[in-house]
């Protein structure tokens, strides 16, 4: 199983920026479309935006388009989630996955890394 280490959450304020990294460990990111997946205290974790692994398709949930951009490097092993005028809405642990871009779904049951926070919050 891939296995991601995800960083960069925090604590910011209504309109503030952050920018999350995951990093594959072990395997080549070349090969793999990876996913950022939300996750919030009563709720299955939800895609929040994923990222081909050819020719960087991308997919965003309505609730983050425009404000979000998913990145990749391959060459550092990192997917990239810049976040842009952050709502509270936006709270929750974010971790990366790989998955289908079409609808930004699980590809298959993820060896979930430890995520990252972010808390929005005035």
């Known amino acids: 199983q891939l296995q991601f280490e995800e960083s960069g959450g925090g604590l910011v304020q209504p309109g503030e920026s952050l920018r999350l990294s995951c990093v594959l460990s072990?395997?080549?990111?070349?090969?793999?479309?990876v996913g950022w997946f939300r996750q919030v205290p009563g709720r299955d974790r939800e895609g929040v935006s994923c990222?081909?692994?050819?020719?960087?398709?991308?997919y965003y949930d309505d609730s983050v388009k425009g404000r979000f951009t998913i990145s990749r490097d391959n060459a550092k092993n990192t997917v990239y989630l810049q976040m842009d005028n952050l709502k509270p809405e936006d709270t929750g642990i974010y971790y990366c996955?790989?998955?289908?871009?079409?609808?930004?779904?699980?590809?298959?049951?993820?060896?979930w890394g430890h995520g990252t926070q972010v808390t929005v919050s005035s």
């Open positions: 996955a790989e998955a289908w871009v079409s609808l930004c779904t699980l590809k298959s049951p993820p060896s």
């Open positions: 072990r395997w080549s990111l070349l090969y793999y479309s």
């Open positions: 990222i081909s692994s050819t020719d960087d398709t991308t």
